[in-house]
């Protein structure tokens, strides 16, 4: 944690599309953040196979930190997978990865996103909250490697045009009434 705290504004930092040369780095990343690690074959057949797919990696400084996935299946979007390494928690990263993906969601069509969180995992459950996430349900011994249960979580994808057209149909109301 200390050694992230260093980490500050004069880091440069970069969002942009996973690349089949980052797996490797993905990989190492997967392996210390869960339990059943996807495997480099896994994440090379998303980003050449799965038309659904979309990756993203946060780079700081040119060093991957941190990465997220999701499906996008007509109004939905299925976050796969999110960590960010071990060093740069804390830093926000976590954040800006999912709301880039809320973002890219919604830019292809998507009108809400789900996932699937362990209980035990409060501060991704955080997270998740603070981005708009509640849970609807459970999804019984889920998890392969210790058959926890699985906290299903959906978040409304609100379209920022709406929101934008709303803003000024009521910014016009109030010029008028002036
Ligand atoms: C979950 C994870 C991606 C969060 O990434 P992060 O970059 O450390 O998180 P951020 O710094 O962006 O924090 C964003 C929010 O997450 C929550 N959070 C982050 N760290 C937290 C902590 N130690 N305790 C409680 N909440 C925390 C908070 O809501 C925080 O917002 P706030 O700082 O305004 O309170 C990261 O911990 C991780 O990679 N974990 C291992 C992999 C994993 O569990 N992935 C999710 C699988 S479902």
Known sequence: MEEAKAWGLSNSVQLRPMRVEDIPAICEIEQEAFTTPWTSGAFHNELTHNQFAKYIVLECDGEIAGYGGMWLIMEEAHVTNIAVRSKFRGLKFGERLMREMQRTARLFGAVRMTLEVRPSNIIAQRLYEKLGFYSV??????????????????????????????????????????
């Open 137 to 178: 349900g459970v999804r019984r011994g889920y998890y392969t490697d210790n058959q926890e249960d699985a906290i299903i979580m959906w978040a409304e994808l609100p379209d920022d045009r709406a929101a934008e057209s709303v803003r000024s149909q009521r910014n016009g109301a109030a010029a008028e009434t002036e």
